[in-house]
């Protein structure tokens, strides 16, 4: 998006015509493929990504609650088949930190389009466990006002939520407890990433197999896995290096570790 063209607000994109609605998703579609050679856009509008994803996961409860789509239309499949392609996982999380905070009315859409990505990105970490620990009474709990007052207020946000986040992990295990992987027994054979990698891909891959409680336990997984990235220390400069190295790997079909050297591409090819 141009510096000079004005940004749809989210009240602007709940008033858009489903079709034009499913335009400006197709965009973030587009965006994400690009991501090679567009990394610096997509974080740049991963902000209004979020609230374009947002304004159609509305939609799509007001069209299943309608009963226009059918009642089990996952949003996923919805968002594919109207807007043309898998919606990137960080612009979803986003999508959900911004009707947390921004559609509940405890952050202003303002503050959450002037806040870093990286700030963004903790801070849901931080409301995702609140509403698993909380249930219904999540928005008035010490870790979300926290949240609000990190966002809103100056300072060093990022520091004051990697605090909360560290207060919710304490709280978690109080007596600094090993868990239950820390007290299981020893494998003979050390467990790789790879192998482990594997392994979780298979249980996700056949989640549609598994019973529903199984389901739940391994989307709950996924929401740990997302959590424990979101939440590490890396610059926002080094998750888009990572982005683009991974990325442009898995478009070549080699090893990601492997990373790609257009001067050395070059050389070869002559």
């Avoid at 009642?71 to 807007?83: L, Q, S, V």
């Avoid at 919710?168 to 992987?181: I, L, V, Y």
């Avoid at 939440?231 to 080094?238: K, V, Y």
Wanted: proline content about 3%.
């Amino acid at each position: 998006m141009k510096k000079d063209e004005k940004k749809l607000t989210f009240a602007d994109l709940t008033k858009l015509a489903p079709a034009a609605l499913f335009a400006e998703a197709k965009t973030t579609v587009k965006l994400n493929k690009a991501i090679g050679t567009a990394r610096d856009k997509f974080t740049e509008t991963l902000q209004q990504s979020a609230k374009i994803v947002a304004a159609m996961k509305r939609l799509y409860t007001e069209m299943v609650n309608s009963k226009t789509i059918p009642a089990d239309t996952t949003f996923k499949k919805y968002f594919e088949m109207n807007a043309g392609g898998t919606c990137p996982p960080r612009v979803e999380a986003l999508a959900c930190l911004f009707n947390a905070l921004v559609e509940t009315k405890l952050v202003t859409e303002e503050i959450f389009d002037g806040a870093a990505v990286d700030w963004l990105e903790k801070s849901n970490a931080i409301v995702s466990h609140a509403r698993k620990t909380h249930g219904d009474a999540w928005k008035g709990s010490d870790d979300v006002l926290d949240v609000v007052n990190a966002l809103s207020k100056p300072g060093d946000a990022k520091a004051k939520l990697k605090a909360i986040r560290e207060r919710q992990k304490a709280a978690a295990n109080p007596a600094g407890e090993e868990t239950s992987e820390g007290n299981a027994p020893k494998e003979t054979t050390p467990l790789t990433l790879g192998v482990a990698v594997e392994f979780i891909k298979a249980l996700f891959a056949s989640a549609s197999d598994a019973e529903k409680t199984r389901q739940v336990e391994l989307c709950a997984a996924l929401f740990g896995i997302n959590d424990a990235w979101a939440n590490n220390d890396l610059t926002e400069n080094r998750r888009n290096e990572l982005d683009k190295q991974v990325g442009d790997a898995m478009e070549a079909g080699i090893d990601p570790t492997i990373e790609i050297r257009r001067e050395a591409a070059a050389a070869a090819a002559n």
